[in-house]
């Protein structure tokens, strides 16, 4: 927990330093929140395990709205995760979120926030995993974290190597389309990791409401990073 109070500090404190994660206004008006939870009566009518069919009810979803980008989910209590036999955990389902979803077009521009180094990544590649995934280690202060940066193109994978810098704001991937993102409607999850726990090119991006405390204590608020106004 300690871990995790600096970390949020020290990210309140440098909140100007931070170049955008997209290629997007996440500040617009044409900015909304959706929600994902159990309450959505659209996505309790719609078939999750056909993409085709989750991407049109997220469309209706923005349209309703009047935005054009979608914001949400940091330690959101979801059920759409069971369109996925991925996140089964012997009687518990996996269903909280733990980083920031932005749903927009594929092909938008990736970026890191401030220098990195890439720490792995991987083409997680189960129906309703990350699809390609992008780790990134950053230092601040003195302390070591991570950002982790899901449901990627393929194409954000090559000519990759553990060890390659990035500057801020450099571009490091793009959102991919399914079904190469790991079969979800297009967007980035974006998660911010106060460790690695040695794993590699992955990292959990949804656990056990019996985890939460566990998790809340390793994963800051990524909008300590976003700085999103339609975001807590």
């Excluded at 993409?51 to 949400?72: C, H, P, W, Y």
Aim: hydrophobic share 35%; with cysteine.
């Amino acid at each position: 927990m300690e871990d995790l109070k600096n970390l949020s500090k020290i990210l309140s404190r440098h909140r100007h330093d931070f170049a955008p994660v997209l290629d997007a206004d996440l500040n617009a008006d044409a900015v909304c929140t959706l929600d994902f939870s159990e309450k959505n009566t659209h996505l309790q009518a719609t078939d999750l395990t056909d993409t085709d069919a989750f991407n049109r009810t997220v469309q209706k979803m923005l349209q309703e709205q009047k935005a054009s980008i979608g914001v949400g989910g940091y330690l959101e209590d979801r059920f759409i995760y069971r369109r996925s036999k991925h996140f089964d955990v012997a009687a518990e389902s996996r269903n909280l979120h733990l980083g920031v979803d932005v749903w927009l077009d594929a092909g938008t521009a990736v970026f890191t926030p401030l220098d990195a180094t890439v720490h792995s990544f991987k083409d997680n590649n189960n129906f309703g995993d990350y699809g390609p995934t992008i780790i990134l280690e950053h230092e601040l202060e003195g302390i070591t974290f991570y950002t982790l940066y899901g449901h990627l193109s393929r194409a954000s994978l090559e000519g990759l190597e553990v060890g390659k810098r990035f500057t801020k704001g450099a571009k490091i991937a793009e959102v991919g389309p399914y079904p190469e993102n790991g079969n979800w409607p297009p967007h980035l999850h974006f998660q911010v990791m106060c460790s690695m726990d040695e794993k590699f090119g992955d990292y959990p991006g949804v656990a056990t409401t019996a985890e939460k405390a566990k998790y809340e204590a390793l994963c800051p608020n990524p909008n300590l990073i976003l700085q999103c106004r339609h975001l807590p």
